[in-house]
């Protein structure tokens, strides 16, 4: 079972930054990539980005490509989203999430692992 814990939410203006930081639980022997979801009132969960365990293989979500970037530390168990050129749709709350593989993948589904969601409120 692996834990996930998302501090580093909060109220941001329009054109700023923000970075989302994930931090596993505890290390584990398996090799797993990490993902970032979102979800703003009223719609459905929407995938932001993925990285694989080595950090050597991305893919950013259209909506965010280009403003968003994700990486991650694993001698830290921990996962990155840097937010930058926010604007106001990006207002959601954000979650980090593990699968249980190291396939870059845009599906909810797919990911076993969640953490509780922090928000992100950006400001016009």
């Known amino acids: 079972q692996v834990h996930l814990v998302e501090p580093g939410g909060g109220l941001v203006q329009a054109g700023g930054s923000l970075r989302l930081s994930c931090a596993a639980s505890?290390?584990?022997?398996?090799?797993?990539?990490m993902g970032w979801f979102r979800q703003a009132p009223g719609t459905e969960r929407q995938f932001v980005a993925s990285?694989?365990?080595?950090?050597?293989?991305?893919y950013i979500g259209s909506s965010v490509r280009g403003r968003f970037t994700i990486s991650r530390d694993n001698a830290k168990n921990t996962a990155y989203l840097q937010m930058n050129s926010l604007k106001p749709e990006d207002t959601a709350v954000y979650y980090c999430?593990?699968?249980?593989?190291?396939?870059?993948?845009?599906?909810?589904?797919?990911?076993?692992?969640w953490g509780q969601g922090t928000q992100v409120t950006v400001s016009s």
């Open positions: 990285i694989t365990y080595s950090g050597g293989f991305t």
């Open positions: 505890e290390r584990t022997s398996s090799r797993y990539a």
């Open positions: 999430a593990a699968p249980l593989s190291d396939q870059i993948t845009e599906r909810p589904s797919d990911y076993a692992y």
